[in-house]
């Protein structure tokens, strides 16, 4: 087992290189963030098809979730958070957001091949990691758990006199949203008044069932105005309009005007997890302006704008390529979990010092 000094230093993998400032949103900075946030959809494409064709040669045990077509809203959630201030829970299509919020690549890869030098050690696969001392939670469940998980960890700093102007946010799918779990926590979000941030990817599935099958009400935005929130409805497939929507939703919560609700209308551009092939899916969805890829409509965005080269596009998506694969040589040559040596303590509490 490492020395809790160990796993606490372990190497942070490469970030790409443009930066964005803490407080970057859409009004603030839109080249540099809108930048930022494709390169981060780009990077977790990259890694997640990697991931996929790990799964695919069977190098990864358990499932391999993919966001592919979710990656515009969910880095633009990412980018619009502060690391080390915010609170995070991410869900299984938020590959883009997590990097976007400060997940190093090789965390993912550590997590998804087993490896002991991971956050989780090991123990947690695939989705399941986080470093919740740092305000990222690690997902319990994709359907609703982690939205009272975000008003709990908020409520907490405001007893402790600790929340000054910092917000949480929880991902949910359009599934989710017609869960008990769901209810429970925007409702007590509403009532206490939290800075919360629910992003809501109307990815028009929820595993084979089609949003006609799971609520009656003609747009989960009309959702908002029953639980006492502010919603904003956007294109998911739209990066732009993503930044732009997310920004001022994270900025309204900050500025103290309760939980805002966030629905997004987008297409799963892939099955369930890397071990489903989507045959269920309706083929005009694709064909329709909401299966849009977002990666692709990103760069022709970035273009038009005249805010990057094709060439730079080129550049950046060799660069992340380099650096998933990096990840993956180096994970591959690390130690997998040895269960005689562990010592079962949670791993946010006692040994890593919290709590
Ligand atoms: C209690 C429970 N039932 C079923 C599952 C399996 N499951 C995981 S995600 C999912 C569908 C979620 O759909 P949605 O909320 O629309 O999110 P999406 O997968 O589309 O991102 C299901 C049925 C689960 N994790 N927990
Ligand atoms: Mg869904």
């Given at each position: 087992m490492l020395p809790v000094a160990e796993v606490a230093a372990l190497p942070r993998a490469a970030v790409p290189p443009v930066a964005v400032p803490a407080e970057a949103n859409a009004a603030s900075a839109p080249r540099a963030?809108?930048?930022?946030?494709?390169?981060?959809?780009?990077?977790?494409?990259?890694?997640?098809?990697?991931?996929?064709?790990?799964?695919?040669?069977?190098?990864?045990?358990?499932?391999?979730?993919?966001g592919t077509g979710q990656e515009a809203l969910s880095a633009a959630l990412g980018v619009n958070l502060?690391?080390?201030?915010?609170?995070?829970?991410?869900?299984?299509?938020?590959?883009?957001?997590?990097?976007?919020?400060?997940?190093?690549?090789?965390?993912?890869?550590?997590?998804?091949?087993?490896?002991?030098?991971?956050?989780?050690?090991?123990?947690?696969?695939?989705?399941h990691r986080g470093r919740p001392r740092e305000g990222y939670l690690a997902m319990i469940s994709h359907l609703g758990a982690m939205v009272s998980v975000v008003n709990g960890a908020l409520f907490a700093?405001?007893?402790?006199?600790?929340?000054?102007?910092?917000?949480?946010?929880?991902?949910?799918?359009?599934?989710?949203?017609?869960?008990?779990?769901?209810?429970?926590?925007?409702?007590?979000?509403?009532?206490?008044?939290?800075?919360?941030?629910?992003?809501?990817?109307?990815?028009?599935?929820?595993?084979?069932?089609?949003?006609?099958?799971?609520?009656?009400?003609?747009?989960l935005l009309d959702r908002a105005a029953g639980y006492g929130c502010e919603g904003h409805g956007v294109d998911g497939t739209d990066l732009l309009a993503c930044l732009d929507t997310v920004g001022r939703a994270v900025a309204r919560a900050r500025a103290g005007h309760g939980p805002q609700m966030v629905v997004a209308?987008?297409?799963?551009?892939?099955?369930?997890?890397?071990?489903?092939?989507a045959a269920y899916m309706d083929p005009a969805l694709r064909a329709a302006p909401v299966g849009r890829d977002c990666l692709k409509v990103a760069a022709e965005q970035a273009i038009a704008a005249r805010w990057a080269t094709p060439a730079e596009l080129e550049q950046w998506r060799a660069e992340a390529v380099a650096e998933v694969e990096r990840a993956v040589a180096q994970t591959q040559r690390e130690p997998l979990p040895d269960a005689k040596q562990e010592t079962w303590c949670a791993l946010s509490t006692r040994e890593l010092g919290g709590g």
């Open positions: 963030t809108f930048l930022a946030a494709y390169r981060w959809m780009l990077l977790a494409r990259l890694l997640e098809e990697k991931l996929a064709s790990l799964y695919r040669a069977g190098k990864i045990q358990g499932g391999v979730y993919l502060r690391r080390g201030q915010d609170i995070f829970a991410p869900l299984i299509r938020d590959m883009a957001g997590r990097l976007a919020f400060g997940e190093p690549v090789i965390d993912a890869t550590r997590t998804y091949l087993g490896s002991s030098l991971g956050p989780m050690r090991g123990r947690d696969a695939n989705i700093r405001r007893l402790r006199g600790t929340l000054g102007d910092s917000v949480g946010a929880a991902c949910i799918g359009d599934g989710g949203t017609s869960t008990g779990a769901f209810h429970e926590g925007v409702n007590q979000a509403a009532v206490e008044r939290l800075p919360l941030v629910v992003v809501v990817a109307n990815n028009q599935y929820a595993y084979s069932t089609p949003t006609s099958r799971q609520f009656g009400c003609a747009d209308t987008l297409l799963r551009l892939t099955g369930h997890g890397a071990h489903d092939d």
